[in-house]
């Protein structure tokens, strides 16, 4: 049988199903939610976990007039007894508020009344209604015109739930996708405290002391404090990353990934996708990122020789991290170190959190990293304390993106002392430069994993060194360059026509062998005669560094050729 199209992207059930797409089935959600539901269910998880597409499998299955054949041979499908007391018996509002977004208050609400707008449109039969009266209809038709006032915005979920009741008879299902996004977008942009205030009034109206409603569902990244916006709320529900409850259903686990990989002949490639997308842990299972996979998966299919790269994280943004990064005083900066080399950092973690309450303490960005996915939990916390480490090769990838992009602001961008080093190489001052490089080593933050090759570890300087050189503007500066019996790791021609630089990078695997293998490297300049080169463009003056690093420490040997 022909593989199914991967649905990249495809948030809605019944579209997923209808067309045909290869889907992983999450639909025991259903029956678990039944089993353990509260009135006001919160799911956090972080972004493109499969959040959307579970809320709108509940809402196929639950609203009335639903389809059934959605459903044939998925899981749930085998409880008969289920299906027959819910499938297709419930009203439903949906509302998603992933796109209320704006650069000031006024874009956003405009955003979010137009997403009440799309909801109140999809329930325009009630405009027919025999149960409601000429004022309810009149109420609900202020809502289709997208540009509702403050009150009307307020009360919009409580009025198509009730609206929904007396035209039905029966109870109402609200669900509310990503409803922390306003929030965070607002906190961005600088109207925090307005959005919170609208958003909770929205929420209070529907959520609290509610007749019309039957349960609720809610998912987002960050578990917003009940005093910001559940005010008075004592029916909800939160069912967090470090819950065992519902752990399964969000993200893709181990055997469901070997399954995938299996029905599209590519199980050699499960080593990479478990390195790359694998890691992260929601309560007691380990579970890979959906969108990651998928979209690694339909690419493997068009092109088999393809490396991983960083699906996720070029979709999710990263601000978090990068403000992580500009806040880490000397022993943040360290425990960033041990993180990238692997290790395990134990930290108190809040998992409710205001969002402007993010930057008031370097601890709180500890927890929003947790919540939204940077980090993952090792093993059970132990009252509050959490055992956190970077999931995978793809967060990896982050932090060292940020890491040099900190290096490049902080330290390339302060020109007088970069002039001062720059000019150490054409004054053959090597002891300069090492004290330069020795005090920026110093300061930045590794990225080194320590179990890496030595090869891999003179690449990392190598670059770090290149970095800083083209600090220079007037400077034609040549990495790797063919010359004389071999390849020279850095050849610089200055403004002045007759100097030449030549720089060859080694690893020491120990402090006391640096100096060692700075002389190794200038013994390597001169056998394989890389100043050839510079010497065939007319210049004469030829300056030579061999400099070796280890860890946090270099040593310069110069020589003039």
Known sequence: MENRMLPVGIDSFEKLRKEGFYYIDKTLLVQELLSNWGEVNLFTRPRRFGKTLNMSMLKSFFEIGTDPSLFQGLAISQNRKLCEAYMGRFPVVFLSLKDVDGLNFEEARSMLCRMIQKETRRLQFLMDSQQLSALDKQSF???????????????????????????????????????????????????????????????????????????????GCLRVSKESIFTGLNNLKVLSIADVRFDEYFGFTDSEVRTLLKDY????????????????????????CPWDVMNHVDRLCAEPDAEPQAYWINTSGNELVKRFVKKADRTTQNEIERL?????IRKKVRLELTYDEIDSSIDHLWSVLFTTGYLTQAGKPEKGVYQLVIPNREVQEVFLLQIQEWFKETVIQDTEPMKTFCRSFLEGNAHGIQ???????????????????NDQKENFYHGLLLGLLRSEPNWLILSNAESGEGFSDILIEPENPDTGIIIEVKYAQTMAGLETMSESAMKQIVVKQYDARLRQEGRT???AYGIAFCKKRCWVTFQAL
């Open 435 to 453: 004290t330069y490089l020795t005090m920026i080593l110093s300061r930045m933050i590794s990225v080194l994993d320590t179990k890496a090759r």
């Open 541 to 543: 003056n030829i300056l």
């Open 340 to 344: 990238i080399a692997g290790e395990v």
């Open 141 to 219: 038709s202020v809502l289709t015109d997208g540009n509702a006032e403050n009150s009307a915005i307020v009360n919009a979920l409580a009025l198509l739930t009730e609206l929904l009741y007396k035209h039905y008879g029966q109870k109402v299902i609200l669900l509310i996708d990503e409803y922390d996004v306003p929030l965070e977008k607002a906190f961005q942009h600088g109207y925090y405290k307005e959005m919170t205030a609208l958003i909770r009034s929205l929420f209070g109206q529907a959520l609290k002391t509610n007749e019309s409603l039957q349960f609720a569902v809610l998912t």
């Open 265 to 288: 002949n590519l199980s050699k490639h499960y080593d990479a996708v478990k390195e790359w997308y694998d890691g992260y842990r929601f309560g007691d299972v380990e579970v890979y």
